[in-house]
């Protein structure tokens, strides 16, 4: 069974702070993407990893970054979380091609 | 204009009905396209792919519309456990997913 582990469930962090949020694959998969998720907006693409030290942007990069030192993790950084950043995030990974996505179990992530 | 729109519902059935969502997209680049599921408070699961020549798992159809664009799924015999959010998902050529807002479908007895 594929497994992506996020590694908190549920989170609380002040605004200025500096928030890493980290994501584990265990199926050696080439591709893994950032999402958040947020009513009526749906999952929204943050960033994507097609490879160790790869990134694209996706359709909203503001204020985060990421790293992908090894394959199985991928982290995403939170530069100087506001209040607007509060919000589920979702991590996923699939080997490329025509192939499913499989998640994490998702982070809420609330900045006060 | 969303690159991948979906109608959000929610959609209110009785069980055993038939219940049809579409979904458009604005890339024609777009290579890939799937159905997931999603729970409340729980993370998406793909449902099916979606096959050009239409494709069918049980009581679920997929299609797929290249020249208008769309892509739909329907469901039929409804059941209480469909009640979930479907999310249209559609991938770019550099292996981008992205996915719809959802539609919501409420399935009561």
């Known amino acids: 069974d594929v497994k992506v582990t996020q590694s908190s469930r549920y989170l609380v962090k002040r605004t200025g702070e500096k928030v890493f949020l980290e994501c584990v694959q265990d199926?050696?998969?080439?591709?893994m993407f950032w999402y958040r998720q947020d009513p009526g907006l749906g999952l929204r693409l943050i960033y994507f990893s097609y490879d160790v030290k790869m990134k694209e942007k996706g359709d909203i990069p503001e204020g985060y970054s990421v790293s992908r030192e090894k394959k199985e993790r991928f982290s995403l950084i939170l530069e100087s979380a506001s209040t607007n950043q509060t919000s589920m995030y979702l991590c996923?990974?699939?080997?490329?091609?025509?192939?499913?996505?499989?998640f994490g179990q998702g982070t809420r992530l609330t900045v006060v | 204009r969303k690159e991948v729109e979906q109608d959000p519902g929610p959609f209110n059935v009785p069980e055993g009905a038939t219940v049809a969502f579409n979904c458009t997209y604005s890339?024609?680049?777009?290579?890939?396209f799937f159905w997931y599921r999603q729970d409340c408070r729980k993370e998406p699961k793909l449902l099916m792919s979606?096959?050009?020549s239409g494709n069918e798992d049980g009581r679920f159809t997929a299609q797929l519309n290249r020249a208008s664009q769309y892509i739909s799924l329907l469901i039929r015999d409804s059941k209480l456990s469909d009640s979930a959010t479907y999310l249209c998902v559609v991938r770019r050529d550099t292996d981008k997913l992205i996915f719809g807002t959802g539609t919501r479908l409420q399935v009561f007895p």
């Open positions: 979606v096959y050009s």
């Open positions: 199926m050696d998969h080439e591709n």
């Open positions: 890339n024609s680049a777009s290579q890939s």
């Open positions: 996923a990974s699939n080997p490329g091609g025509f192939t499913e996505a499989f």
